[in-house]
């Protein structure tokens, strides 16, 4: 079986702001690891709070954060990963404190009518947002989260998986199969949403969503995610008394 693919997150700290593309494989440990020399944070004071569109915020915070993987927790393309800083402020390091510079703010209008500036020269060549045929954030956002159907091998009847969304869930063993795969307007977020038939009634619906039905099962086994929590496997079905059957 593939290896998940990695995601893009914001990662948002009070000294930084940036995209990183983040391996669900990883564990909290290995990416605190990895945050300290963006964020400038220690790894031992960083409090993690990962914000996905439409879910509750997680906290990334576990008894066993060596072994604990981020697969564990919903990953959405773009979603913002928030680091704090637990240290008392005295203690912390200020990147943004620059209040003792002196410091020349050009006028914008001298800025823009220069011919030697940075913004002249992607004027000229068309690049960024002044490039007519670059896609919007949105179409970004869509794009990916396609790429992560495709990478996945997210596929109408395919046999899957439903990756937990929290700490709570990663007991839980929910297999299910890929019955619609496409945009539910009735969901806040945009791109693609994939609905699962689940094998067992731990689900939230029979497959519609205020009162627009996308695919067809029974009470309680529907359920409809972003693709980063599906993993598409020859899974067994669950039986009603949670045991593998042939499938």
């Not at 945009?190 to 731990?202: C, F, N, Q, S, V």
């Amino acid at each position: 079986m593939a290896a998940a693919s990695d995601v893009p997150l914001i990662i948002i700290s009070d000294n930084a702001q940036s995209e990183r593309r983040i391996s669900p494989a990883w564990t909290i440990a290995q990416l605190k690891g990895r945050l300290e020399p963006i964020t400038g944070i220690p790894a031992s004071s960083q409090r993690l709070v990962l914000k996905v569109a439409s879910w509750p915020d997680q906290n990334l915070q576990t008894v066993n954060e060596d072994n604990t993987q981020l697969a564990a927790f919903t990953l959405q393309s773009y979603a913002e990963l928030h680091v704090a800083d637990t240290r008392p402020a005295g203690l912390r390091t200020n990147y943004t404190d620059v209040s003792s510079v002196e410091k020349y703010e050009m006028p914008p209008d001298e800025y823009e009518s220069r011919t030697d500036s940075v913004l002249h020269w992607k004027k000229t060549h068309q690049l960024g947002r002044f490039d007519p045929n670059a896609p919007s954030i949105e179409q970004q956002k869509v794009a990916g989260i396609e790429r992560e159907i495709e990478e996945r091998g997210i596929k109408l009847n395919a046999r899957c998986r439903l990756l937990a969304a929290n700490q709570t869930e990663s007991s839980i063993e929910r297999r299910g199969t890929v019955k619609f795969v496409g945009a539910v307007p009735e969901i806040p977020g945009i791109g693609a949403w994939i609905g699962i038939a689940l094998d067992e009634p731990t689900g939230k619906n029979d497959g519609t969503v205020k009162g627009t039905r996308y695919f067809q099962c029974g009470a309680n086994c529907g359920v409809i995610v972003r693709p980063e929590r599906v993993e598409i496997g020859n899974f067994d079905v669950i039986d009603e008394f949670g045991s593998d059957e042939e499938f």
